[in-house]
């Protein structure tokens, strides 16, 4: 079974620009949850989704947005670059929200650096 | 807030030393604990899980755990270390009653552990 994928694996922005980054989960996988990860503020929940739907939010600005489709392939998009948005972005996977062996599946992670 | 305090933020050991690496988290609540890794160049990979029951529980690579529910604890033991544990040990709660509808993990800031030959 194929893990976690993240594409693009390196990004190089340049402040007040905009990025998207894609994370495909482990198939049949429906709840997808996303994190910052630096060295200053290690990781950070950014939100989740299952079945389209954002289920939770972490604290960061609105300028951080995501979302789900239908085949539980999820986006996030940065809006207006800042310099301290340059950080490792982790896209995890499991297959529901609920129950004892639900188990989160990281992938290899954006790095994202903002010049 | 809920948070995790990881005690340790640089741990050098060792081969064949014991390794405990303390994890204290804060939520007066029902929790579900982790030990994750992230070995150099590779993805967080999950040790070992704590959801209910036996509070002493055994993950990969002969590494254990024991949740104390008064200290609000989560320590991570190996009895002997070996070159290959080098690694970034990260400790997680995910807050909420059993089987809650989130998934959010809060993470520790992670211990480095440097196993010398």
């Known amino acids: 079974k194929a893990g976690v994928t993240q594409t693009p694996r390196y990004l190089i922005k340049t402040r007040g620009q905009q990025v998207t980054l894609s994370c495909s989960p482990i198939s049949g996988h429906r709840s997808v949850s996303w994190y910052q990860q630096t060295p200053g503020q290690g990781l950070q929940f950014l939100f989740e989704y299952f079945s389209e739907t954002q289920r939770n939010k972490g604290n960061f600005p609105g300028r951080f947005s995501g979302r789900q489709f239908s085949n539980s392939r999820s986006e996030m998009n940065v809006s207006t670059l800042e310099l301290g948005d340059s950080a490792l972005y982790l896209c995890a996977s499991s297959p529901y929200t609920r129950g004892r062996d639900n188990e989160q599946f990281f992938g290899p992670g954006t790095r994202l650096t903002v010049l | 807030a809920q948070s995790v305090s990881q005690h340790n933020h640089h741990v050098i050991l060792s081969e064949a030393a014991s390794l405990e690496l303390g994890c204290n988290y804060s939520y007066g609540g029902t929790v579900n604990l982790f030990w994750y890794v992230q070995y150099p160049g590779q993805h967080l990979q999950l040790l070992l899980k704590y959801f209910s029951g036996d509070p002493l529980v055994k993950g990969i690579k002969g590494f254990e755990a024991e949740f104390i529910k008064s200290k609000f604890s989560f320590n991570l033991r190996k009895p002997s270390v070996q070159w290959s544990d080098t690694a970034e040990y990260f400790c997680?709660?995910?807050?909420?009653?059993?089987?809650?509808?989130?998934?959010?993990?809060?993470f520790g800031t992670g211990t480095l552990l440097a196993v010398q030959p």
């Open positions: 997680a709660v995910k807050p909420g009653i059993y089987g809650g509808a989130t998934n959010k993990l809060i």
